[in-house]
């Protein structure tokens, strides 16, 4: 192996040529508000994948390495001899401590086994080598989705990875954008966290936080109380107020796609999410939760279609039943008009209402949603709650 010669990095080159790679090439996120140009990538979706793979085959590693050189050869022999290390338990981990002991022990000593518990495990597997799969904990229309524990540091995650193996680049590009999103928003409460991401098998990977369930699981579909619902909408408002800021509409607002941990409310799955000023390809999400102008292909307001569809995510809480996909009760819908709400104060369902407006223009916007004042009860509740 010694005599293998070192091939010169891609990371190292600082040509005008590789310089102009970085900056115009695909590693510039189009979701970034703060990336300039990102216009010139979205062009280079339309091109061959041919200079800026380069940079895809260095940055996400294991997968296209065989068909071109990055990678250096003695690194792949090296890694495949290399046994991926054994679980690590956390001590800082409050869920590991109050782990039943003999489940735990049992999870501990199999993943403290080394190479043989891995199952699909060949050395090359970044997935196989730095987390230990416990169970699948969902699956959508394009991804599965385990609970994983990672190795190194021994907490649990959710691993997200798409479910065919996405042969061409504009596949990949597609699949990238969601990653994009998550990365170029950072970090927020209300949002499910995202860590890392990576190719491999030509699949995408994504490391997330690891949630309790969502709202459309059935573990969620107890019965609704208005404080719950408002306390979840105002969540979800501050989420969208966030990356309406940020310049990104999510398009995807619905139950299924509403997290929950630890009794926070966490918007997910930014699979369609897109840009406010319409620079990016726009695929409208789940039917039942568009409103009318999006069914028009009317795009001058998606943050509203955002509200719109949180608006009708709620009502599906307080109603208890999934929406309709067709027929009177979704037109009504489209229209503004919502049933009577028996039990439900007139304040409430008028921000229902006016949030389902067929107008756009109408409906508020995330910022005055926050601030509107129904949601000073549940404020001050946190506040006497929080006093020590
Ligand atoms: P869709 O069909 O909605 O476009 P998708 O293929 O992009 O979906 P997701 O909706 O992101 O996949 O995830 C599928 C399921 O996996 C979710 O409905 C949920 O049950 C589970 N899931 C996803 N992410 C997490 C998470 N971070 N924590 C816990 N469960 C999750
Ligand atoms: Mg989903």
């Avoid at 979701?31 to 979205?42: F, G």
């Avoid at 699956?139 to 065919?164: E, P, T, W």
């Avoid at 028996?342 to 409430?348: E, I, K």
Wanted: charged share 25%; glycine share 6%; net charge negative.
């Amino acid at each position: 192996m010694e005599n293998i010669p070192c091939p010169k990095s891609p990371e190292k080159l600082n040509t005008v040529k590789s310089k102009k790679l970085r900056q115009d090439g695909f590693l510039v996120n189009p979701l970034d508000p703060t990336s300039y140009d990102y216009q010139d990538t979205v062009d280079l979706a339309k091109d061959s994948f041919s200079t800026d793979e380069v940079q895809l085959t260095k940055t996400i590693g294991y997968t296209t390495q065989k068909t071109h050189n990055y990678v250096p050869q003695s690194a792949v022999a090296l890694r495949c001899r290399v046994m991926p290390p054994p679980c690590i338990k956390n001590p800082y981990q409050k869920d590991a401590s109050e782990m039943d002991i003999d489940r735990f022990g049992n999870q501990w000593a199999k993943c403290a086994g080394l190479f043989p518990v891995i199952t699909g495990g060949d050395g090359l597997s970044r997935y196989y080598t730095d987390f230990h799969e416990i169970e699948q904990i969902g699956a959508g229309n394009f991804s599965h989705v385990f609970k994983v524990l990672k190795r190194i540091d021994g907490c649990f995650y959710a691993v997200k990875h798409s479910k065919r193996q996405l042969h061409h680049d504009a596949e990949r590009r597609k699949a990238l954008l969601e990653v994009q999103a998550l990365a170029a928003l950072g970090s927020h409460e209300n949002i499910v966290g995202y860590y890392s991401s990576w190719f491999e098998n030509e699949q995408l990977y994504i490391q997330m936080e690891l949630c309790d369930h969502s709202l459309s699981d059935k573990k969620a579909s107890q019965f609704f109380a208005e404080g719950e619902v408002l306390k979840a909408l105002h969540q979800i408002a501050q989420a969208l107020q966030f990356i309406h800021e940020k310049g990104i509409a999510h398009l995807d607002v619905k139950p299924d796609n509403i997290y929950v941990k630890n009794g926070v409310y966490k918007l997910g799955d930014f699979g369609r999410a897109t840009l406010l000023n319409k620079s990016l390809p726009i695929e409208e999400g789940d039917a039942r939760y568009m409103p009318q102008e999006i069914l028009n292909e009317d795009y001058d307001h998606l943050d509203k279609v955002d509200i719109f569809s949180l608006g009708a995510t709620m009502y599906e809480l307080i109603k208890g039943s999934p929406l309709s996909e067709s027929g009177p009760q979704f037109l009504n819908l489209r229209d503004g008009k919502l049933p009577l709400l028996p039990g439900h104060s007139l304040q409430f369902q008028n921000l229902l209402k006016v949030m389902v407006d067929p107008d756009p223009v109408q409906r508020p916007s995330a910022k005055e949603l926050v601030e509107n004042p129904i949601f000073d009860k549940i404020q001050k509740h946190r506040k006497t709650y929080m006093k020590p």
